[in-house]
């Protein structure tokens, strides 16, 4: 049996293409898809355009990649993208994509701004009201995404009205196509690929981070993105949930507990939690418990997912966790899913109302989610599957089974 680290020296394994075929994916029938949503939500707002800054945003409205985990926290580059028209892409880096519509653009982090982001913010705003007359509206509002707000107040200096652009960029993403669903499928068998080799390392004396960087180099081995947290613990660590992947060694009769939040290839997410056992030895049947009750929640949790089930209803019948493990539980029970953690976030009934209320809709995705852990306790369970809400219901989309020593 290879380590981790023989596993990357003398990979044979990573490129999942090479023992399976790729979903035949349909890339301008997906783009044409993606456009359309956006345009739709565009004009559902009335707005005459939407100035778009989150990454996510920008890879789904034209397949902008580079540097999406430094903008996210240093924004450099936005993009005008209008309700009729062409698009055009203020860039912060050397221009990076096979189009014509791109122009340099201002600063608007402090990391290239400085204390002077009045002063770009009012360019910004010049080149907005330019962008109107060029494509001829007389529509003086406009959408923006997650920007200072210097960019808001110089926009209505100039008498544009302003409304956030999330609503539009989040809607716009709700209903996956087919070849969504392809691309969502693709990266849940990396990170299934990943995971595969994961348990086939976990034995005692290897690392947390070691077991992590093999689903993370899986995932950059076939073109994928990045992870949104490292989130594998072990042993004591797995209680309370949220501890990241460390240098903490496992150890025989530890519960190994991971979730992969992989923003994949083609930029889709594989969001998956599984719980593992390290050997030798059995689980003890405090850890079988804590993995039953988890497995129930899913399992409960995923009879309400159909169309049409109002997310209040769903507060309401999902899974009573029991009290000794409310305090540890989960934020929610069931979130969207896309290119990233998406809208809604369904919280349980126990932690209050929810702040809004809707349906479930067919070509919807979604992860139902589940921690156990008692405070205090040595050991917790996570599990998550990923599902497509159908006309009948759900689809699975993630294929790992359950662990036969824990179940």
């Keep these: 049996m290879l380590t981790p680290d023989e596993l990357v020296l003398k990979d044979n394994w990573s490129d999942l293409e090479r023992i399976r075929e790729k979903p035949d994916i349909g890339l301008e029938c997906l783009h044409a898809y993606r456009t359309a949503q956006l345009k739709r939500e565009i004009r559902h707002h009335d707005v005459a355009m939407c100035v778009m800054v989150n990454p996510i945003s920008l890879r789904y409205a034209i397949n902008y990649r580079n540097y999406a985990a430094f903008m996210s926290h240093i924004p450099c580059t936005y993009l005008f993208y209008p309700a009729e028209g062409s698009f055009i892409l203020h860039n ?54 997650y920007v200072n707000p210097s960019i808001t107040l110089a926009l209505a200096k100039l008498d544009i009205d302003v409304i956030d652009g999330v609503l539009i960029t989040e809607r716009a993403r709700l209903i996956k196509s087919e070849d969504e669903v392809r691309c969502i499928r693709w990266a849940i068998a990396v990170a299934e690929h990943g995971i595969g080799k994961i ?51 496992v150890e025989s009769g530890d519960l190994v507990a991971f979730d992969t939040d992989m923003i994949g290839p083609m930029g889709y997410f594989a969001d998956i939690s599984r719980t593992l056992f390290c050997g030798p030895g059995k689980p003890s049947q405090r850890q079988k418990y804590l993995y039953r009750i988890a497995m129930q929640e899913i399992e409960h949790n995923l009879k309400l997912i159909k ?101």
Excluded at 110 to 137: C, M, P, Q, R, S
């Design 92 to 145: 912060g880096f050397e221009p990076s994509i096979p189009t014509s519509n791109q122009e340099t653009g201002h600063p608007i982090s402090y990391f290239y701004g400085g204390d002077n982001l009045d002063h770009f913010a009012g360019l910004l705003a010049k080149d907005v009201d330019n962008f109107l007359t060029e494509i001829g509206t007389s529509n003086r509002k406009v959408a923006v995404e």
């Design 199 to 249: 348990k086939e390392s976990l034995r005692p004396g290897v690392s947390e981070l070691q077991l992590w960087g093999l689903l993370n180099y899986a995932n950059l081995a076939n073109d994928g993105d990045w992870h949104d947290g490292r989130m594998l613990a072990s042993g004591p660590r797995t209680n309370p949930w949220f501890q990241e992947a460390s240098k903490r060694k």
């Design 307 to 407: 169309p049409g089930a109002r997310f209040s209803d769903l507060q309401q019948s999902a899974f009573a966790v029991p009290e000794e493990f409310q305090d540890g539980a989960y934020p929610c029970f069931v979130h969207g899913v896309g290119m990233c953690d998406e809208y809604p976030h369904l919280k349980p009934l126990n932690r209050g109302s929810l702040p809004y209320d809707g349906t479930l809709e067919c070509g919807m995705v979604l992860c139902i989610e589940s921690y156990m852990g008692s405070k205090g306790e040595r050991d917790g369970v996570k599990l998550e599957q990923q599902v497509l809400v159908t006309p009948d219901g759900y689809d699975l989309l993630t294929t790992l089974p359950y662990e036969t020593d824990l179940a």
